[in-house]
């Protein structure tokens, strides 16, 4: 597997497409998620790295993810399409994020509302990235 054959300009772009994603799924969600997390908006924006550290952190993962998307899609698929694309991102996220947030939320004693909203986020992540992969193949 040829680590660096991706298209680039494809996962630069899916990424930026699941932020805008986020910003409006949280934007809409925002009371609803900051009641599931049981913390306050100051609890969750004060910790270390001040408020721009979590869109930090969010804008490199969701980078790696969309490069992964981009890298096993044609791998798995044999080629890169949208469909193609999409299905491999929604396996990604039946078979490891979403059993890896719930196996971390019941462990942590979260809200299932929290493990909807989050994981009804990170599906919608996997589906643009895959549409836009799919789209610059």
Request: glycine share 14%; net charge negative; aromatic share 10%.
């Amino acid at each position: 597997m040829d680590y660096l054959s991706v298209n680039w300009l494809a996962v630069l772009l899916a990424m930026i497409a699941s932020m805008a994603l986020g910003a409006g799924w949280y934007m809409i969600l925002s009371k609803q998620w900051v009641a599931a997390t049981g913390k306050t908006m100051d609890e969750l924006m004060g910790g270390s790295g001040g408020q721009a550290a979590p869109f930090i952190w969010g804008a490199a993962m969701q980078l790696v993810m969309a490069y992964f998307l981009a890298l096993f899609t044609p791998a798995i698929m044999g080629e890169v399409t949208i469909a193609s694309a999409v299905i491999v991102g929604i396996h990604a996220w039946v078979g490891f994020m979403i059993t890896s947030m719930i196996l971390n939320h019941r462990y942590q004693g979260s809200s299932w509302s929290l493990a909807v909203i989050d994981g009804g986020y990170l599906l919608g992540v996997m589906i643009v990235q895959g549409v836009v992969i799919g789209l610059l193949g």
